[in-house]
Nanobody
Framework: QVQLVESGGGLVQPGGSLRLSCTAS????????MYWYRQAPGKEREFVAG???????NYADSVKGRFTISKDNTKNTLYLQMNSLKPEDTAVYYC??????WGQGTQVTVSS
């Protein structure tokens, strides 16, 4: 059974950085588009960033220029580098494979 496991979340001050990771079990990691979503308390889950199987990327307007999505197919791992973090980035961050499979999420809290 394929699983996605996120890590790297935590508490960071405004302006700080974090790097999230999402490691997938099973084969075929490189053939799927991968995504990061987030869900803040009391809000709906929202798209953050995506990367296609050819490496093309896209981002939500709210994170453009601050977040970078990447992946290492040799390690079956998806990354999200988050810089210049703001309190409004506080949320549970989820990775997603192919629009179908979800990880369990990792909490990111931006606060002084």
């Amino acid at each position: 059974q394929v699983q996605l496991v996120e890590s790297g979340g935590g508490l960071v001050q405004p302006g700080g950085s974090l790097r999230l990771s999402c490691t997938a079990s099973g084969n075929g990691f490189g053939i799927y588009s991968m995504y990061w979503y987030r869900q803040a308390p009391g809000k709906e889950r929202e798209f953050v960033a995506g990367i296609g199987n050819s490496g093309n990327t896209n981002y939500a307007d709210s994170v453009k220029g601050r977040f970078t999505i990447s992946k290492d197919n040799t390690k079956n791992t998806l990354y999200l580098q988050m810089n210049s973090l703001k309190p409004e980035d506080t949320a549970v961050y989820y990775c997603n494979r192919g629009g179908v499979l979800w990880g369990q999420g990792t909490q990111v809290t931006v606060s002084s």
